[in-house]
């Protein structure tokens, strides 16, 4: 890959990776909370109006992190994967690149088909269905920002060295 090609795939990648984690910390200081503070038909608006935009920004950024570092991957290894296991660099990479990848995929198609099954976007969700989908959205994103904050730390090392 020429170095400037590289260079801009890598800033895609770094950007879209901060960005991906900073949605999911604004979905759980910020939307989470604002979301709890309502009531009722204003919880289901909220609801309604906010996530389905937040899950569609997920998925592209999820996506496009996921693209842009098996590219960069590939760039470093030539596709010979077993250089990952033969330093630590490679080891935090593997680690990181495996977490995020499976957390993408479970935002494609687990967390996508939990949101359409308990209701987010619709706007004839019964309000008993509203507290459900409120309780879920108080677990899942805590977990995902979870595992982005290790994806990013390991990924941090990797970058710098150990």
């Known amino acids: ?3 400037d090609l590289y260079i801009v795939v890598r800033w895609v990648h770094v950007l879209a990776a901060a960005a991906w984690y900073g949605e999911v910390a604004i979905m759980n200081f910020v939307l989470i909370p604002t979301l709890s503070g309502h009531r009722g038909t204003a919880r289901k608006d909220f609801l309604n109006a906010v996530f389905p935009r937040v899950f569609r920004m997920a998925s592209i950024l999820s996506a496009t992190v996921a693209v842009t570092g098996g590219v960069l991957l590939y760039h ?3 596709g010979d994967l077993r250089i990952l296991m033969e330093n630590p660099w490679g080891k935090f990479i593997l680690v990181g690149g495996a977490l995020g990848l ?3 995929l ?3 198609f687990m967390e996508n088909r939990l949101a ?3 209701g987010v976007g619709d706007p004839d969700l019964p309000l008993e269905a509203v507290e459900d989908v409120h ?3 108080r677990v899942v994103p805590r ?9 990013f730390v390991l990924m941090m090392i990797a970058v710098r060295g150990v």
């Not at 977990?143 to 994806?151: D, K, M, P, S």
């Open 116 to 118: 359409r099954r308990v």
């Open 1 to 3: 890959m020429p170095p």
């Open 102 to 104: 499976l957390l993408t």
């Open 135 to 137: 309780l879920k959205l």
């Open 76 to 78: 470093h290894t030539g």
């Open 143 to 151: 977990v995902g920002f979870l595992v982005l904050t290790i994806i």
């Open 106 to 108: 479970f935002h494609f």
